[in-house]
Nanobody, 125 residues
């Protein structure tokens, strides 16, 4: 079992940047593919980006390609989401997720077994 805790959310102006972190408990972090999802008010949860167990493979939603970068540090049990050129439509609660069934971080919520509580990101225009 793994517990996830996100941090780094906040309020930023359009065009600005934020870096989210997701810290995982336990000693087997490298067994888990990781993903970031987001949910805006009144909208369904959507996939943002995933990363493989080793960090060598990533998968981005088209809406964030070229602006967001996911990375992980298995020695620190942490996955990061660097968000640049933020837009008001990026406003949402961002949640990290972990799954050990698949090697890569795929865009399907059912591939993930553990979820954090989420962190709010608000982008003002």
């Amino acid at each position: 079992q793994v517990q996830l805790a996100e941090s780094g959310g906040g309020l930023v102006q359009a065009g600005g940047s934020l870096r989210l972190s997701c810290a995982a408990s336990g000693r087997t972090f490298s067994r888990y593919a990781m993903g970031w999802f987001r949910q805006a008010p009144g909208k369904e949860r959507e996939f943002v980006v995933g990363i493989s167990r080793s960090g060598g493979s990533t998968y981005y939603a088209d809406s964030v390609k070229g602006r967001f970068t996911i990375s992980r540090d298995n020695a620190k049990n942490t996955v990061y989401l660097q968000m640049n050129s933020l837009k008001p439509e990026d406003t949402a609660v961002y949640t990290c997720a972990a799954g050990d069934t698949y090697y890569t971080g795929k865009p399907y919520p059912e591939h993930y077994d553990y979820w954090g509580q989420g962190t709010q990101v608000t982008v003002s225009s």
